[in-house]
């Protein structure tokens, strides 16, 4: 049996450059990047190389980029932080997408509980947001835009460019979750009136546990970890060299791959589109038609026309080979309809009867050709079944 690795928007495999950049960091450069002996120095002179490079590939200077755990840790920072800065200027009101990530919107959902305002603005059926909708949530007391740069369930690239300069013509912050985005498509600061924006190494062959915020100069935004005083007071902690160092040769690797793969993916996705809906009986591709990331392709089978479900297709897939996700990774494991979906207009049940294909750079034509054959022996499994 052939398997089939679908699934690159929850994580990706750590790309051998990016193991290899780190190896040697784990056992000669151990040091303390806060101590001022040798070692200490030489792991600092590391950290501060890839904080360079991971701010040169967003437009940022170096001292605007700081290390996280990860994207969930990134999009705490930037709500929690930066509503708690906000708030001693008595400002409580905070803007976000209903198809953000489970780490914006829950955090989003703690703030509102400790006395915060949160509105949460609705997309098409395509899940864009629309920029005059933002515009018409704005109250006086609003200090913080958050809309995603492209989804992580049906890939729709958001309008952030225009949402970014309604925010800043109103001096509203404005915060990004890139996680799905940088070394994808182009996400550059200068371009942009982002303020905050987040970063993860795991989605971009780079390893798990590493991320980063970006915080442009003299945005107020309060810390959400207290303790030492690294990473210029923002984020306590001793920092981790050796993923640094891997996060930043991933970033580095992305930006120099990112266009060709995308040619690779948009080439995938024709394929793949194409057979889903020539071959299969009332089914419904997520996302934008164009707007959208070239290696994901969401499909939805309409539980109007057909009866199936969502997580024994997984699991059939599953089962002959292919792994594929069935809306996003963090929430994988739960039975709820996916909220981005229903966001999007679809009912509870082809919400669930729903699978997300995320390709990446290893996958070929064969692949796309292998999952798809697959899928038919799945759905005709349960009409016969049903049937039966
Ligand atoms: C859009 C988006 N934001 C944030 C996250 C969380 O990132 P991490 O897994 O690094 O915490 C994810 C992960 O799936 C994501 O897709």
Redesign the pocket.
């Known amino acids: 049996m052939r398997n089939v690795y679908l699934d690159h928007?929850?994580t990706t495999p750590v790309d051998d450059r990016v193991s290899t950049s780190m190896q040697a960091v784990f056992t000669e450069n151990f040091g303390n990047a806060s101590s001022i002996h040798l070692f200490g120095r030489e792991a600092k002179v590391l950290l501060e190389e890839s904080r360079e490079l991971i701010a040169k590939a967003i437009g940022a200077r170096y001292d605007e980029v700081y290390f996280t755990s990860?994207?969930?840790?990134a999009?705490n920072h930037a709500l929690k932080g930066i509503a708690f800065a906000s708030e001693k200027q008595k400002k409580n009101h905070i803007i976000i997408s209903a198809i953000e990530?489970h780490?914006v919107l829950h955090s989003a959902a703690w703030l509102r509980e400790h006395g915060f305002e949160v509105d949460i603005v609705p997309v098409d059926a395509d899940a864009l947001v629309d920029p005059s909708k933002i515009h018409a949530a704005i109250k006086t007391g609003t200090c913080l835009i958050s809309v995603?740069h492209a989804n992580?369930e049906v890939g729709t690239i958001e309008p952030i460019d225009e949402i970014a300069a309604i925010a800043r013509s109103s001096a509203i912050l404005f915060h990004s979750?890139t996680?799905?985005t940088v070394g994808k498509i182009p996400v550059d600061v200068n371009n942009t009136a982002i303020d905050v924006l987040?970063l993860?190494a795991?989605?971009m062959y780079g390893p798990k546990g590493i991320?980063a915020i970006y915080i442009r100069r003299g945005t107020k935004i309060d810390s959400l970890l207290q303790g030492g005083s690294q990473e210029n007071n923002r984020r306590a902690g001793t920092e981790n060299v050796p993923l640094a160092v891997g996060f930043a040769k991933a970033v580095e690797i992305a930006m120099e791959e990112r266009e060709g793969l995308a040619v690779h993916y948009a080439k995938l996705r024709e394929v793949m589109r194409s057979r889903l809906t020539d071959e299969f009986e009332a089914v419904i591709l997520n996302g934008h038609p164009q707007l959208s990331l070239s290696h994901i392709v969401s499909v939805s089978f309409d539980s109007q026309k057909n009866r199936v479900d969502g997580d024994a297709l997984i699991m059939g897939l599953d089962l002959r080979g292919v792994a594929v996700a069935s809306g996003?990774?963090?929430s994988s494991g739960s039975m709820q309809a996916s909220h981005v979906l229903t966001a999007m207009g679809r009912d509870r049940e082809t919400a669930k009867a729903t699978i997300r294909f995320s390709m990446g750079k290893s996958t070929t034509e064969e692949d796309i050709h292998y999952a798809i054959d697959a899928l038919h022996e799945v759905v005709g499994t349960m009409k016969h079944a049903v049937s039966s």
């Not at 990860?70 to 840790?73: A, Y």
Request: aromatic fraction near 0%; glycine fraction near 14%; charged fraction near 20%.
């Open positions: 928007s929850a990860g994207g969930t840790e999009d990530h780490a995603m992580n979750d996680v799905q987040s993860s795991h989605k991320g996003s990774a963090c």
